[in-house]
């Protein structure tokens, strides 16, 4: 009865450890949805819902909360992830370890500003854990430092903004910009358009200015800044006017209606790699880039 008991006990407590089911704790974390982590760990929504449940079942505590619109973390989940995301890394290289074919080596990535803070985590994270052998060295700068440091050999793979007609690497997606303010209304009567940009080389800054000079349109820039946290922290101060991609709009702004300002141009994500970098690598990060966004995006 005592052995029974034990063994019992046994296999209770280790099924909280079911990598599966941390797996899928891990994917909701960072999508913020059921729906969106199955959609890229490729299962169904119900398969997902099940691990989240027998996880919680078995640590006997509860490690998410939903409302409305998203799905976070308690601060038993908090406790647990980071001990989820080491034992999925440990896995990780215990694979890689055995596996003839695994990826190795060091590749440069070069990633542009407003990108980083919207998906950027997302993306990464299981092929850091995939190929815990090559070393991922990260570059955040505007899309046009970015193709300069390319040129200069510096980066081996640049995901950052083009403009159309610009037919430089691998489209990911198209989207469209917007003017971004935290009054629309107060800011569009103060004047010459104060403009919140990032300094040049910028591709949204050249946009909103070409299409304010095509209109006639007077303006004046209130805030520089390379980070798109200080230019977030600018709009919602009511400084200004910010130009953005749609699906990376800060939350406390509000897009300016179509017909006050000229409609903006639209831009590019797109892939370029450098010639000479280690195709292996790069093809590899590539195509998961892709397959994350895309995954994102569509769903």
């Known amino acids: 009865m005592i052995q029974d008991a034990r063994n019992n006990s046994y296999r209770e407590t280790g099924s909280c450890w079911d990598l599966s089911q941390l797996r899928s704790f891990v994917a909701v974390e960072q999508m913020g949805s059921f729906t969106l982590a199955a959609e890229r760990l490729g299962l169904g929504q119900s398969t997902v819902s099940q691990h989240i449940q027998r996880l919680e079942t078995a640590l006997g505590r509860k490690l998410l909360a939903r409302d409305t619109h998203k799905?976070?973390?308690?601060g038993d989940g908090e406790a647990l992830l980071l001990h989820a995301r080491a034992m999925l890394s440990i896995e990780g290289q215990v694979q890689s370890l055995f596996k003839n074919n695994s990826l190795r080596g060091s590749l440069r990535l070069g990633v542009s500003e407003d990108f980083v803070t919207s998906q950027l985590p997302a993306v990464l994270e299981d092929f850091v854990r995939s190929h815990p052998s090559v070393d991922l060295e990260l570059t955040v700068a505007l899309s046009g430092v970015l193709y300069e440091m390319?040129?200069?050999?510096?980066?081996d793979l640049v995901l950052a903004k083009r403009r159309l007609g610009d037919a430089r690497g691998k489209l990911v997606y198209r989207e469209?910009?917007?003017w971004l303010a935290r009054d629309p209304e107060r800011v569009l009567a103060s004047g010459p358009l104060p403009l919140i940009a990032f300094p040049p080389p910028s591709v949204t800054r050249v946009i909103a200015l070409e299409a304010l000079g095509r209109n006639g349109v007077p303006w004046r820039i209130v805030c520089t800044c390379g980070s798109l946290s200080g230019l977030t922290a600018?709009?919602?101060a009511g400084m200004g006017v910010?130009?953005?991609?749609?699906?990376?709009a800060p939350s406390g702004l509000k897009e300016i209606a179509a017909g006050k300002l000229p409609v903006l141009e639209d831009v590019e994500f797109v892939l370029v790699p450098r010639k000479g970098a280690d195709q292996a690598l790069v093809s590899a990060l590539s195509e998961d880039i892709l397959q994350k966004v895309r995954g994102l995006r569509s769903a």
Do not use: C, K
């Open 71 to 74: 799905v976070m973390l308690t």
């Open 150 to 155: 390319q040129d200069n050999g510096e980066i």
């Open 176 to 178: 469209p910009l917007v």
């Open 234 to 236: 600018a709009a919602r």
């Open 242 to 248: 910010l130009v953005q991609p749609r699906s990376m």
